[in-house]
C-alpha cells in the first residue's frame, strides 16, 4: 500500500514539474512575442539554444557593448571572443532588432552573445565616407517609415534612394509626410501630384507632430508585434514622432537650423523600444548620406515601370542611354515614363554598380591577405 502512494507520489512530483517548466516556457515564449519572436524565429532558434543559453533582442548599439532584452530583462552584453573570431565584414556584427543566442551571468546584470539567428531582414547602407563597406542600421524589420518633411527637405530623388533601400530587404515601406502644419493646402496640394506615380504602390500618410494631423490615421496602421523602422534626414521629426506614440516626451529633440532648415542629430544610436499598444519600433539617427550598392532588386522593384519596359528592349544588355530599339528612352521620350526618375534610375545604377565592384575587389584582397597571414603563421611554427 505504501509503495503504491510513494509512486503516485513520485508521478505527481513528475507531472508537477512538468507543469511548472511547461508554465514556464509559455509565459517565455508569451514575453518573447511581446518583443517580435514569432513562430519563424523559434523554428531557427531550437538548434542554437540549450542549457544556459536563452534568447533575446538587441535593442540598443553603444560603442563598446550592446543592450539586450529578454522580454524581463534589460541587460548589457558583449561578443564572446569565438564570436569576434569568426568575423569577415561588418554584416557579420548584431545590430539593433538582431535576435542573439545569450549566456547571462550575475542575476543578468550582464550577458555575453555567442551566436545570431536568422535575419528575416537586415536595413543597410554604404558606409560614409570613401570606404567600401556595409554600415548596419537595424534588422528583422517588417515595416519603414520613410519621413519626409514637405518643407524644403522634401525630395523625390531621395525618397527613391530610401525605398530602394527597403525593397532590396523586402521590408514593406510606408512613407510619411511629416511638418504639414508648415506649408498651406495648395503646397501640399503640389506635393500629391509630383508623388501621384508612387501611390499605387506606397501608402502616404501626411502628419503634424504640432497640431496633431493625421497622427490617429498612422496609428490605425499600426500592426500588434510588428517591427516598425523609422528612416529619414535629420530634423523630419522622426524622435517628435516617436514621443507623440509614446505618449510622453521621452527623447530629447532638437530645434531645425533656420539658416538652411537642417537637423542636428538628435538620436545618436539605433535603439529599439516598445509602445502600450504592441507596437515595436527602432529610431534610427538622421541620414545625410545615404549611398546603396548591392541593390539590383530594390531598384528593380523600386523602379519597376522602367523594369518593365526594360524587358522589351531590343538588347538584353541595354544600359537604356543611348542603344537602338531601347524601350526605355521611347517610354521617356514619350512622356509614360518621368524623366527624373529615369535619371536618378540611371544614376543609382551606376552608383551600385561602382560600389559593388569596389567591395568584391576590397573582399578578394582581403581573402588574398588573410592567406598569406596564415601561410607566413605555418612557416614560423615550422621554424
Known sequence: MSTNREEESKEM????????????????????????????????????TGENFSVARIIEVNKNNYKVCDGQHDIFAELTGKFMFNIENSIDYPTVGDWVVVQCFDDFSMATIHDILPRKSLLKRKDPGKAVEFQLIAANIDYAFIMQSVDSNFDLNRLERYLVMANESKIQPIVVLSKTDLISSEELAEINEKIERFKNKYLFLPISNVDGDGINTLKNELNSG????????????????????????????????????????????????????????????????????????GIEETFNEIDSFARQCRFTDCTHTNEESCAVMAAVEEGIIDGDSYNNFLKLKKESAHYEMSYLDKRRKDKAFGKQLKNYKKTMRKK
Open 13 to 48: 512530483n513528475n507531472y508537477s514539474g512538468e507543469n511548472n517548466n511547461m508554465i514556464e516556457n509559455d509565459s517565455t515564449k508569451k514575453v518573447l512575442e511581446q518583443l517580435g519572436f514569432d513562430e519563424w524565429f523559434q523554428n531557427r532558434s531550437d538548434q542554437l
Open 226 to 297: 510588428k517591427t516598425y523602422c523609422l528612416l529619414g534626414s535629420s530634423g523630419v521629426g522622426k524622435t517628435t514622432l516617436l514621443n507623440n506614440l509614446l505618449g510622453e516626451n521621452k527623447f530629447d529633440v532638437n530645434e531645425v537650423r533656420e539658416k538652411d532648415d537642417k537637423g542636428r542629430h538628435t538620436t545618436t544610436k539605433r535603439q529599439l523600444v516598445i509602445l502600450e499598444s504592441g507596437n515595436i519600433f527602432i529610431d534610427t539617427p538622421g541620414m545625410r548620406e545615404l549611398g546603396n550598392f548591392a541593390v539590383d532588386t
